[in-house]
């Protein structure tokens, strides 16, 4: 079984500056299968990035995904408010089919 | 935009049934995609349960296999969790989700708005 694991727990920025969300697998996977999800309070996870660096539809071009292997990022540029919340990292794989990193939380103020 | 609107009871009791729904707006379930249910405790991360394709093919996570059956209707455009047994463990906000699986990429672009299910006497 991959496991996922994000790094760091916590991002706390302020506006304007630039936050990198680390998504590694415990073993090589296909980056086809990584995909990236915005989660704030209270809302469902919403569809980021997918095959690891294809933005979602209506999604700002200030995201942006990277990585092979074991090893991938999650870039956000300019922060704004507004990009306050818990980001998740997700593999399509064999056992269980679909697999969820813990998640970071980013904080800008 | 795909619609998705999970229903079902919000308390069920230990050892019993946790039964939602899925109703899928704005996109027949017959025209292709998987069909998923994801579901996250409170504070915790997400955890997938299980998928159904339009033809009832199903894929459940190993750690429930056994308790958990996932049905499609698609004459109603709907969806369907079954987990049997539960506990206070099962206790979490339950989402519905469209899976797409492309031969260059995998996700689930469309959710429902989740529903929180406790598990308690």
């Known amino acids: 079984e991959v496991v996922l694991t994000q790094s760091p727990g916590t991002l706390s920025l302020s506006p304007g500056e630039r936050a990198s969300l680390s998504c590694r697998a415990s073993q090589d996977i296909s980056s086809n299968y990584l995909a990236w999800y915005q989660q704030k309070p209270g809302q469902a996870p919403r569809l980021l990035l997918y095959g690891t660096s294809n933005r979602a539809t209506g999604i700002s071009d200030r995201i942006s995904g990277s990585g092979s292997g074991t090893d991938f990022t999650l870039t956000i540029d300019r922060l704004e408010p507004e990009d306050s919340a818990v980001y998740s990292c997700?593999?399509?794989?064999?056992?269980?089919?679909?697999?969820f990193g813990q998640g970071t939380k980013v904080e800008v103020k | 935009q795909v619609l998705l609107q999970e229903s079902g009871p919000g308390l069920v009791k230990p050892s019993e049934t946790l039964s939602l729904t899925c109703d899928v707006s704005d996109y027949s379930i017959s025209d292709g995609y998987y069909w998923g249910w994801i579901r996250q405790p409170p504070g915790k991360g997400l955890e997938w349960i299980g998928s159904?394709?339009?033809?009832?093919?199903?894929y459940y996570t190993p750690s429930l296999r056994g308790r958990v059956t996932i049905s499609v209707d698609t004459s109603k455009n709907l969806f369907y969790l079954n987990l049997t047994s539960v506990t206070a463990a099962d206790t979490a906000v339950y989402y519905c989700s469209r899976e797409f699986r492309y031969s260059t990429s995998r996700g689930n672009d469309f959710w429902g708005r989740g529903t929180l299910v406790t598990v308690s006497s």
């Open positions: 997700q593999l399509y794989g064999s056992s269980p089919l679909w697999m």
């Open positions: 159904v394709y339009h033809s009832g093919r199903t």
